[in-house]
T-cell receptor, first 115, second 118 residues
Framework: DGGITQSPKYLFRKEGQNVTLSCEQN?????MYWYRQDPGQGLRLIYY???????QKGDIAEGYSVSREKKESFPLTVTSAQKNPTAFYLC??????????????FGDGTRLSIL | AQTVTQSQPEMSVQEAETVTLSCTYD???????LFWYKQPPSRQMILVIR??????QNATENRFSVNFQKAAKSFSLKISDSQLGDAAMYFC???????????????FGKGTHLIIQP
């Protein structure tokens, strides 16, 4: 079955450490996204990529970095500059937006906590 | 910047009854898309229904329908014949339509926690 796979499901970060969250999709979607969800809050956009080797900052990109070297992969690195990284992170993908009105499909999420 | 507001943090309804969840949004765009997503305790985000702003007709999906009032910038979700499996967080979301549905990322409201009373 096609879908989006996020790993790991749970992740712990030590102070001053960078960690990378994996997101892989086999839906052949061009666009991919990272969102952060805090308790009692909606999702907020961190980064998005509409095509390979290109990505844009979302609303809360500070302290995060991404890469898009392959169509199916969009890893998110939470750097030590992100002072409050504890949250639930969701990856999503969609068919390219150019002329498309297809919705985003989401992975099952990664919960990141500080040790 | 666009904003999405869900004014009801929590709603409760008896099983088999009808409930309406409210959503308002602010945008200067004329072309855009609106979505309702459901997030059960498993935390998975599930698309419930979507609406294109240029369409006058309200979207429906089985027991789920929307009341889209473009002039008022209102996009409410009506759930008919509520079932226990409908219990979840419901999020309203917006994306501009200049590049299609969602390529620029979604702007979400803070959500409404829907409780179904048996």
């Amino acid at each position: 079955d096609g879908g989006i796979t996020q790993s790991p499901k749970y992740l712990f970060r030590k102070e001053g450490q960078n960690v990378t969250l994996s997101c892989e999709q086999n839906l052949n979607h061009d666009a991919m996204y990272w969102y952060r969800q805090d308790p009692g809050q909606g999702l907020r956009l961190i980064y998005y990529s509409q095509i390979v080797n290109d990505f844009q900052k979302g609303d809360i990109a500070e302290g995060y970095s991404v890469s898009r070297e392959k169509k199916e992969s969009f890893p998110l690195t939470v750097t030590s500059a992100q002072k409050n990284p504890t949250a639930f992170y969701l990856c999503a993908s969609s068919i390219s937006g150019l002329g498309s009105n297809q919705p985003q499909h989401f992975g099952d999420g990664t919960r990141l906590s500080i040790l | 910047a666009q904003t999405v507001t869900q004014s009801q943090p929590e709603m409760s309804v008896q099983e088999a009854e009808t409930v309406t969840l409210s959503c308002t949004y602010d945008t200067s765009e004329s072309d855009y898309y609106l979505f309702w997503y459901k997030q059960p305790p498993s935390r998975q985000m599930i698309l419930v229904i979507r609406q294109e702003a240029y369409k006058q007709q309200n979207a429906t999906e089985n027991r789920f329908s929307v009341n889209f009032q473009k002039a008022a910038k209102s996009f409410s979700l009506k759930i008919s014949d509520s079932q226990l499996g409908d219990a979840a967080m419901y999020f309203c979301a917006y994306t501009p339509g200049r590049t299609g549905g969602g390529a620029d990322g979604l702007t979400f409201g803070k959500g409404t926690h829907l409780i179904i009373q048996p």
